[in-house]
């Protein structure tokens, strides 16, 4: 499986972006597929996973409310649409992906997944 991550850019504070993550090979539909982001000298940390079937997502706290993680099977291709955004939000973002088969929770953690895009900066402006 290859990963190619898309749509970031620079955006004032308060603003939206919505990256893209289109994959390539076969079985899409059934990866657990999850957004990462690394900001400078800071570790990689979790920014949300979505099912394999889409019906099960998880965020983390700092991005609960503001992102939205979903997918398109036929497409082969997850988004993250990041609304409200915060300086503190920009980092680069990475989306990863793991065979689950039809588990219902998608990994959380970035040990779990088996494939990694190549990333794309978010810079948000105060």
């Known amino acids: 499986v290859q990963l190619q991550a898309s749509g970031g850019g620079l955006v004032q504070a308060g603003g939206s972006l919505r990256l893209s993550c289109v994959a390539s090979?076969?079985?899409?539909?059934?990866?657990?597929m999850g957004w990462f982001r690394q900001a400078p000298g800071k570790e990689r940390e979790f920014v949300a996973a979505i099912s394999w079937s889409g019906g099960s997502t998880f965020y983390a706290d700092s991005v609960k409310g503001r992102f939205t993680c979903s997918r398109d099977n036929a497409k082969n291709t997850v988004y993250l649409q990041m609304n409200s955004l915060k300086p503190e939000d920009t980092a680069v973002y990475y989306c990863a992906a793991k065979y689950t088969g039809v588990a219902v929770s998608p990994p959380r953690f970035s040990y779990e997944y088996d494939y990694w895009g190549q990333g794309t900066q978010v810079t948000v402006s105060s």
């Open positions: 090979g076969r079985s899409f539909s059934r990866y657990g």
